[in-house]
């Protein structure tokens, strides 16, 4: 059986073409995007992400960076997140 899925395999062709009509959507627009905004909100959406998923020890992981690196709000929320977490 091997051997033939291995010849069924080598006459096996890929006709792909490229094509520029492709239509993914929505355009997104780059410059509408401000990285600057809220650097720290990947942390903490991390955080939540760990925390619904059960992974107390990767969400306190992040919740240290945005404690040491966060605004005073980030900072804040972090530390509430936290405190919700199994000691």
């Given amino acids: 059986m091997t051997t033939e899925v291995s010849a069924g395999l ?7 073409e490229l094509t520029d009509d492709l239509d993914l959507g929505e355009t997104l627009d780059l410059d509408e995007i401000d990285l600057e905004e809220a650097p720290m909100s990947h942390p903490l959406d991390l955080a939540r992400a760990y925390i619904e998923m059960g992974d107390a020890t990767s969400a306190k992981t992040q919740l240290a960076k945005v404690i040491a690196t966060g605004s ?16």
Avoid at 10 to 16: I, Q
């Fill in 10 to 16: 080598s006459e096996l062709e890929l006709d792909l």
């Fill in 72 to 87: 005073p709000d980030e900072v804040r929320e972090a530390e509430q997140l936290l405190e919700q977490l199994p000691h």
